[in-house]
């Protein structure tokens, strides 16, 4: 019943920006731990940033720490990643997931019940 849809993907030269978006549905969103992680072709998934229920706890991949940053709207039932400065290496499909329980390590993909099928974000050199 839980559903999560990301949106914002695309196409940008090094150095631009994007924002990708996640809109939950079918649960509590403010229940929710939320992140971000990213797969390139060919390699596993990786975190990228996670945010906790209420917004005043953030976690960042020391890769994107500095460059992205994790918000959420829970009124909206959305969490964005907001992508400055990007770089050929962030090139990913980019999945927004969830966790109604306690996360040990907002690290391993497997501490999270819920996935959304993923936004492609593709950075040109």
């Known amino acids: 019943q839980v559903q999560l849809v990301e949106s914002g993907g695309g196409l940008v030269q090094a150095g631009g920006s994007l924002r990708v978006t996640c809109v939950a549905s079918?649960?509590?969103?403010?229940?929710?731990?939320m992140g971000w992680f990213r797969q390139a072709p060919g390699k596993e998934r990786e975190f990228v940033a996670s945010?906790?229920?209420?917004?005043?706890?953030?976690n960042y991949a020391g890769s994107v720490k500095g460059r992205f940053t994790i918000s959420r709207d829970n009124a909206k039932n959305t969490v964005n990643l907001q992508m400055n400065s990007l770089k050929p290496e962030d090139t990913a499909v980019y999945y927004c997931?969830?966790?109604?329980?306690?996360?040990?390590?907002?690290?391993?993909?497997?501490?999270?019940?819920?996935w959304g099928q993923g936004t492609q974000v593709t950075v040109s050199s």
């Open positions: 079918g649960g509590t969103f403010s229940s929710y731990v």
């Open positions: 945010i906790s229920w209420t917004g005043g706890s953030t």
């Open positions: 997931a969830a966790s109604n329980g306690r996360i040990s390590s907002p690290y391993r993909p497997y501490e999270y019940n819920y």
